[in-house]
């Protein structure tokens, strides 16, 4: 995970995480694409205990990682509305179905929960094991609509920003959405 994802997840937890879990306790956090390739290229170390119970999700077990789904697109070992966050960064782009991973998201969030998520909008081709997408501006809202999610805020780096910030040339794109409460 580069720099700028890293800082967009810093401002989220300290937008967001406050009012994820107002009955109290500590706040459920997914993240989706867990596993550890480097020092810092997961998002776990913004989410300290006993504050939050942090949950590692990935598509094969390694260093941060807690579920190794059976089926890597629909997570029959979580349960709905188990989390009260969930983040991912850098890894919708290897995704081949990332929309039946944003409905996944929005099926175990729980009724307010939030999600980040932040994937390049730019860049060249990375696969790991694949390289199948990039994030558009538009590209958020669409995926939100479809899966019940409120969009709540989404980013794409600008030209200038681009050029000036370090990993920079993926040109993040991101998204904040909650899930509604019910009534």
């Known amino acids: 995970m580069h720099e700028s994802s890293f800082v967009k997840a810093e401002i989220f937890v300290r937008e967001y995480a406050p009012a994820a879990r107002p009955g109290g306790g500590s706040v459920r956090v ?6 550890s390739y480097h020092t810092q290229d997961t ?4 989410f300290p205990e006993p504050r939050f119970a942090y949950v590692g999700l990935d598509l094969e077990a390694g260093d941060n990682v807690d579920i190794v789904p059976a089926n890597p697109f629909i997570w029959n070992e979580i349960e709905t509305g188990a989390f009260d966050i969930c983040v991912s960064g850098q890894t919708f782009e290897h995704n081949p179905y990332f929309w039946i991973t944003f409905a996944e998201i929005a099926r175990v969030l729980a009724p307010g ?17 694949l390289d199948c997408w990039r994030f558009y501006p538009d ?15 989404s980013y794409f780096e600008t030209d200038r920003l681009a050029a000036a910030v370090k ?4 040109r993040d794109s ?9 009534e």
């Open 43 to 46: 998002y776990r170390l913004l």
């Open 174 to 182: 991101a998204v904040v959405v909650r899930k509604p409460m019910l």
């Open 167 to 170: 990993g920079g040339h993926w």
């Open 139 to 153: 590209s958020w809202a669409s995926v939100a609509t479809v899966t019940g999610l409120e969009l709540v805020e």
């Open 30 to 35: 997914l993240e989706i694409g867990s596993k």
């Open 113 to 129: 929960g939030v999600a980040l998520i932040v994937a390049p909008g730019g860049g060249a081709v990375h696969r790991y094991p």
